[in-house]
Structure formats: structure tokens, C-alpha cells
């Protein structure tokens, strides 16, 4: 078996020399067996020959002990959405409003309690260096212990300034942990089930979101005469799942590419030999991932305090410069893609179609999340079938359309009170939060840190966050003003817009499904990464049918 291998992965090094177009996949000519895993050649079509040959087996013990893992650190991402939804619920509540002597239509409290939430985020995200200094887990801690401090501030709030410093407190630490988590998760998944395992971690926003609906829902149905219980008691259950992940975040090993980054070798190879392969040491796919960490890694100084002011490295090289421009337009495109105000009109819409229950409205919105959930889960995995290109060019097109359905069934509705145009906007807006779900939300702080190299992804994370933030602030104190002043014609704006997404996804987006984070490095360091990325999987896809077909039919 292994003199087969041997002779294929020659044939394929001598093969792809011919295909790639940048120098790092004109691979010299090695023989290579398995067995003698000190000859392997890190390279992207190694890495193929040896999926292709050796897969391990993703219902192994390994894997599912990675799952659980994963599972575990999901609670992240529910914690942010529920803390990103609660104040949207309570803000409704009359006892909430009363308590702190707050309008209902609203004033400049209530926009400093929405609007803290966010400085906060922005503040938090300036942190996210500090990963790279006592590592991802710590963290995802300290991340959620503040949030708990935060929630117990909030929840024991007697007035406005204490319960506005509490929500900062509360989102400051809740960005530091959402933000390590999904940093953590990438380096730490398999390159063929990156997309699944990492990518679902945003789709248990969703989850958060309908926890926090529910719960503020549930109180106010049965404790509104009960004082401030309908909206203390949703606030404390802020302290659910942080609560949990302090507890057990630190049974779970660190990244493998921040221990090979402080010379732990032997935990980083435990770390890839039990989640990648099974627990099998001798497994060709732990040799050739710890030369690659070790050969882009190894010999980086730990991170100080002081990288804090080092922003050089985002923007060293031409390589550096390309990635952080995409990690910077997918952050800004998962944020500004219409999906912040889609759902706008919806009032109107269901007003419009004989719909004006408050209960049934929320329970529409709850559907909307739920609906969310489930289509960017199935989303998560078909990135890594259908890979992340394909799957955001046909999305966002897919967006496109639905924004121009739901602006022309909005003025059908404004303009001529069109009842049967209000019902075609309702059912597209659920369209588009389906689209966009399967398309984006389990991408979006994924798919930014794939793209950065290892040294640069702690200090990318915070790009991330900030341009993020940036968008929503955007989305929060303009969109408003536009829907105000121009209407559906914003909706129009946001189908051109995306129109623009489509193409420069198709222009620049590098492709990153089943490559490991450091073979990408070679992808960057190409003249035209994104058709050096393109070509690399092509490769890949050959090199994979070419060795089913060496194997013959199954005896």
C-alpha cells in the first residue's frame, strides 16, 4: 500500500506543475511514502492524496469528543445572541419603561442603552490581541466571567447609569469571548469539516435570540403584575450560558497553532492526533500538520503587551494587505447586505394583510429566527460541500433578487395599499432571511479568520469586530433616516449594492474549503490568489478521483 501511495504522489507533484500557477505548488519531485512520515512535503495536494487514501473517519471518537467540544463552545455565540436581543424584548415591557422613568416611543436614554451596547463591542474588540499572549481559552474565560459580572450590574440595576454601565461591562467582555471562539474553533477543526464544525458556531445566535424572545415573552405573559420580576428575571438568565463555559472552558486543550507558537510541540501534536485522527499518532495527517504549524509558526515571539500598538503586521506584504482586505469586506458585506433592515416594513406588511396581534407578530418574529436557524445550519455544512465561493456569489444574488421583490411588494403597498403586493414583501423577507442565512451567517466570523495568517488572526479578529460594529452603527443610526426619508428606495439602493457584493466576491474571494489554514498561506503569496485558490481545488478534486479510481472496486 504504501509504494501505491508512493508513486501516486509523485505522479501528482509532477502533475501539478503544470496546473497551479504560483510557486509554491510547483512542488519538487519527492517520493513520498506514509509510512516514513519525515519524507511528507506539506502541500495542498498532499494533503489530498492523504484524504483521499487515509480519511479518518468523522464518527470516530476523536470527532465526536471534537463535536462535543465545538457544542460546548456554541454557548459563546447563544450568549451574544441573547444579549444582542434582550433589550429589543424588554425595551416593549411597560414595567421595564416605567421602573426607570423611560417613554415609551422613546428618548436619548433609551438610544444610550441600545447604543452603549455597541461601544462596548468596539472597545472589546481591541483586546482580542491578548489571545495570542496567554491563549484562546483563557480568553473565552475571562470573556465570560465579565459577562457575568455584567448581567449581576444589569439585574440589580436601581438606576439608569448603573444599568447602563452594567450593559457596557456586559458587551465589552461578551466581545472579547465571541470574538476567541470562533478564532479558537478554526484553528482547532479539521480543514475537510472547517466549515461545518466552525460554522456553525454563528448559527447558535439564532438560538440565543429565540431563548431571549421566549423568555421575555413567557415573563411578561405570567409575572407582568408581579412588579419588576417580567423583566429582572430575563436579565439574570443572561448568566446561563457564560456560566456554564466558565466552568468547563478550561478542561478544553488550546488552540494547536498558539501552543506550536509557545514551543508546547507535544500538546499540539496530543491536540491533532486526537480530534483529526482518531487518537492514531502514526496517521500521516498529524506529520504533515505539525510541519506545516512548525514551518509557519515556530521561531514567532510570544505576544506582549506592547503588540498592542503594533498594527505593522495587518499590512507588512502584499499577501498581509490582501487578506486583511477581504477579512475587512466580508465583515463589512455580513453586516450591510439589507439583512439589518429587511424586515423594516414587516409592521406595515402584516398590518397591511389583516395581522395587528402583538402576540402574533412576536410569534412571527420567533419564526423568523427559527427559520434563520435552520437554514444557516444546513448552511454550514454546504460550504464545505459546495465550498464558500460558490456558496456566497449564488447567495448573494440570491439576496439581490429577494430585495427587489420586497421593495416592489412595499410600493405596491405605499402607494397604491395593495394588500396581495404586502403579502408577496412578507414572504420574501422570510426568503431573504433564509438566503441569507444559508449563504452568510455561518460565515461571517469565520470565513474573516480564515483568510489571515496565524500570526496576524488574534489582531484580524479585532478588524473584524470593528468593521462589524461599524456596519451596525451604520444600520442603526442612518438606515432609519433613509427608510424615513426615501422609503422603499432603499431597498433598491441594497439590491444594487448587493449586485456590487456578487461581483467583487467573484473578483477577490480566495476559496478556502478543504485547505488547511497554512497551505493558504501559499495560496496568498500568489500573484492572483483568488485564481490561485480556484485552481488549487481543482487540483485537489483531481488528485481525490484519481486516487478513488487507483483503488478499484471494493472486494
Not at 30 to 56: C, L, Q, W
Not at 357 to 363: A, P, Q, S, W
Not at 456 to 485: E, H
Given at each position: ?54 480519511k479518518p473517519n468523522p464518527r470516530g471518537p476523536g470527532y465526536i469528543q471534537l463535536y462535543l467540544l465545538a457544542g460546548m463552545v456554541f454557548l459563546c455565540s447563544t450568549m ?476
Amino acid at each position: 500500500m504504501a509504494s501505491e501511495v508512493k508513486d501516486t504522489q509523485v505522479s501528482h507533484m509532477d502533475t501539478s506543475k503544470g496546473r497551479a500557477s504560483h510557486d509554491s505548488m510547483d512542488r519538487q519531485k519527492r517520493h513520498v511514502a506514509f509510512d516514513n512520515v519525515d519524507g511528507i512535503e506539506p502541500s495542498a495536494e498532499t494533503y489530498a492524496t492523504i484524504m483521499a487514501t487515509n480519511k479518518p473517519n468523522p464518527r470516530g471518537p476523536g470527532y465526536i469528543q471534537l463535536y462535543l467540544l465545538a457544542g460546548m463552545v456554541f454557548l459563546c455565540s447563544t450568549m451574544n445572541g441573547f444579549d444582542s436581543s434582550l433589550m429589543g424584548s424588554i425595551n416593549a415591557l411597560p414595567n421595564y419603561t416605567e421602573y426607570f422613568g423611560l417613554p415609551s416611543s422613546g428618548n436619548a436614554s433609551t438610544g444610550i442603552v441600545f447604543a452603549i451596547f455597541q461601544v462596548g463591542q468596539m472597545c472589546g474588540a481591541l483586546f482580542v490581541w491578548m489571545t495570542d499572549w496567554y491563549g484562546r481559552t483563557w480568553h473565552i474565560f475571562f470573556g465570560c466571567l465579565g459577562v457575568c459580572v455584567g448581567t449581576i450590574v444589569t439585574s440589580l440595576a436601581t438606576n439608569l447609569p448603573m444599568f447602563i454601565g452594567g450593559r457596557f461591562i456586559l458587551s465589552f467582555f461578551a466581545t472579547c469571548a465571541h470574538t476567541a471562539a470562533p478564532l479558537y474553533l478554526v484553528e482547532i477543526s479539521p480543514a475537510s469539516y472547517r466549515g461545518t464544525i466552525a460554522g456553525a458556531y454563528n448559527t447558535f445566535y439564532n438560538v440565543g435570540s429565540i431563548l431571549a424572545t421566549a423568555s421575555v415573552y413567557a415573563c411578561h405573559l405570567h409575572l407582568a403584575d408581579q412588579g419588576d420580576l417580567d423583566w429582572r428575571i430575563p436579565l439574570w438568565l443572561q448568566m446561563a450560558c457564560p456560566g456554564v463555559v466558565c466552568i468547563l472552558i478550561k478542561f478544553l486543550p488550546d488552540s494547536p497553532r498558539y501552543l506550536i507558537a509557545a514551543d508546547q510541540h507535544e500538546k499540539a501534536k496530543e491536540i491533532i492526533t486526537k480530534y483529526h485522527t482518531n487518537g492514531d499518532p502514526d496517521h500521516p495527517l498529524v506529520a504533515l500538520q505539525m510541519k506545516e504549524m512548525l514551518g509557519t509558526v515556530q521561531g514567532v515571539p510570544k505576544a506582549t503587551w506592547r503588540d498592542l500598538f503594533d498594527l505593522s503586521i495587518l499590512v507588512e506584504k502584499r499577501s498581509s494587505r490582501y487578506r486583511l482586505m477581504l477579512n475587512i469586506a466580508f465583515s463589512w458585506f455580513g453586516q450591510f447586505s439589507g439583512n439589518n433592515i429587511s424586515s423594516y416594513y414587516l409592521p406595515l406588511m402584516l398590518d397591511g394583510v389583516g395581522v395587528t396581534d402583538t402576540n402574533t407578530k412576536l410569534v412571527l418574529n420567533i419564526v423568523y429566527s427559527v427559520i434563520g436557524w435552520l437554514f444557516s445550519t444546513a448552511g454550514a455544512r454546504l460550504h464545505d460541500v459546495v465550498g464558500r465561493r460558490k456558496m456566497l456569489i449564488s447567495s448573494t444574488l440570491g439576496l439581490a433578487i429577494c430585495l427587489a421583490l420586497v421593495a416592489a411588494g412595499a410600493a405596491g403597498k405605499v402607494e397604491y395599499d395593495n394588500s396581495a403586493a404586502a403579502t408577496m414583501s412578507i414572504t420574501f423577507i422570510f426568503v431573504f432571511g433564509a438566503v441569507f442565512s444559508v449563504g452568510y451567517t455561518p460565515m461571517q466570523p469565520i470565513y474573516p479568520a480564515e483568510v489571515v495568517s496565524n500570526k496576524m488572526r488574534a489582531k484580524a479578529m479585532g478588524t473584524f469586530k470593528l468593521t462589524a460594529g461599524a456596519a451596525g452603527f451604520l444600520n442603526t443610526f442612518v438606515a432609519p433616516i433613509a427608510l424615513s426619508s426615501i422609503g422603499y428606495w432603499f431597498y433598491v439602493f441594497f439590491v444594487f449594492w448587493d449586485t456590487f457584493e456578487m461581483a467583487f466576491i467573484y473578483f477577490f474571494f480566495v476559496e478556502t474549503k478543504g485547505l488547511t489554514l497554512e497551505e493558504l498561506d501559499a495560496i496568498f503569496e500568489a500573484k492572483n490568489p483568488r485564481k490561485a485558490s480556484v485552481e488549487a481545488k481543482k487540483l485537489q478534486k483531481t488528485i481525490i478521483k484519481e486516487e478513488k479510481a487507483n483503488e478499484g472496486p471494493k472486494v
